[in-house]
């Protein structure tokens, strides 16, 4: 995805998720976001404001400008495991995964979130900002993969991309104990990491994944055409429910130092560099067998020459693209900001970026360049705020 910031583009050809009528309608203002018409905040409630309703509380979210799609087939796994780092054989039924679409030179396409069903189906989701790049690219690789040895022995992958389907997010403190009123479900056994088929009041049936975008505890709830509107009025009933849009969603990942496509990731960021090791397979990152894995390997083996890192900075808040120098007085730049914002639940000036390896590690004294001075700053463990996931 794009950021959330600099959102001038040209407004004629924007797409709407099914939700748009449902914005408008609440008072949200709209604004261009990767390719869409996109709520940023909703009248008289603040970004401020909506950040900390949904730390205290729940805030509701439309993400359904995302790609949701469907992999399907025999070799459904193996496939996925080409095009992507993480050992998803191993992955038990309804667990989901963060990953990574890796190009030759392991730089990442996108990153996308993985829910495997079973060995011959997954439900994964990808951003709004990438979709013509990730899905030429996923067209090209099954092509491959199904003229191959493989898919021919074994059978072939169906790739299925759900166009018009909801997304809906509701994360917060107060969110599983409301939505734990509409169903009859056992909600505690759904804890983060997982999924599930749930009814819901009204005669819904949705795939529900306990997860999300803020580091709050919460949901992700995906949702048939017909039903959008329906199960978004039906969700945000209760006042302890607020709608949040763009902003505040912007400024929670930063805190729980979450990666915001075309910020902090890009085609010439591997995972190593972006501190994503983890999301590749233990005995993957000794054998390999994926799409980029000669780069990705050579950075594991030799370490990458640039490393993510998270800064607390003096002063006054760096913005994408501000330089991050070697210190007070000296005037190297030593590598860039990536995202940066005041943090409403910290009261300081946080932000994201790269340095040279070497530079990253904890309580590491730097500057960066705001406004033509150099502001202090300081190397500081992501998340900054600490996540809330329910584990059971």
């Not at 899905?135 to 003229?147: C, H, Y």
């Not at 590491?364 to 329910?390: C, D, I, N, Q």
Request: aromatic share 8%; charged share 20%; hydrophobic share 35%.
């Amino acid at each position: 995805m794009r950021p959330t910031r600099g959102y001038a583009t040209a407004a004629g050809d924007l797409m709407k998720t099914g939700l748009y009528d449902f914005h408008v309608k609440n008072g949200a203002k709209m604004v261009p976001f990767a390719g869409f018409s996109m709520p940023l905040e909703y009248a008289g409630v603040g970004q401020v404001s909506s950040h900390k309703h949904v730390r205290e509380s729940a805030g509701l979210f439309d993400v359904g400008h995302m790609v949701q799609s469907n992999f399907r087939g025999p070799t459904a796994t193996a496939f996925l495991e080409w095009i992507t780092p993480s050992s998803l054989s191993s992955l038990s039924p309804y667990s989901s995964t963060l990953s990574v679409i890796l190009n030759e030179t392991g730089g990442i396409i996108d990153d996308t979130v993985i829910t495997k069903h079973s060995e011959d189906a997954f439900y994964v989701v990808t951003n709004a900002g990438r979709r013509e790049r990730d899905l030429a690219w996923i067209k090209e690789k099954l092509a491959q993969w199904n003229a191959g040895d493989v898919a021919k022995r074994e059978g072939p992958v169906e790739h299925e991309v759900l166009d018009g389907w909801g997304l809906l997010a509701l994360q917060g403190p107060d969110a599983a104990g409301y939505l734990q009123t509409l169903t009859s479900f056992d909600l505690r056994t759904l804890t983060f990491g997982k999924s599930a088929f749930v009814p819901i009041n009204g005669g819904f049936n949705l795939h529900v994944a306990r997860g999300g975008y803020t580091g709050e505890d919460g949901f992700e709830i995906s949702i048939p055409p017909s039903q959008t509107v329906d199960v978004a009025q039906l969700l945000s009933q209760p006042s302890s429910v607020q709608l949040t849009g763009l902003g505040a969603r912007d400024s929670l990942r930063l805190e729980a130092g979450m990666c915001l496509y075309g910020n902090d990731l890009d085609e010439t960021t591997t995972p190593i560099e972006a501190g994503l090791g983890w999301v590749i397979g233990k005995e993957r990152k000794s054998t390999g067998g994926f799409i980029g894995a000669e780069g990705v390997l050579q950075h594991i083996k030799e370490s990458p020459p640039r490393r993510r890192i998270g800064l607390v900075i003096e002063g006054a808040p760096a913005r994408h693209g501000a330089q991050i120098l070697d210190s007070p007085t000296l005037s190297d730049a030593i590598g860039t900001v990536t995202s940066g914002i005041p943090s409403p639940t910290l009261g300081k000036n946080i932000a994201m970026g790269y340095v040279k390896n070497g530079l990253h590690k904890k309580g590491t004294e730097l500057a960066v360049s705001v406004r033509g001075k150099a502001r202090k700053a300081v190397v500081t463990p992501m998340p900054f705020v600490a996540t809330k996931y329910y584990r059971g």
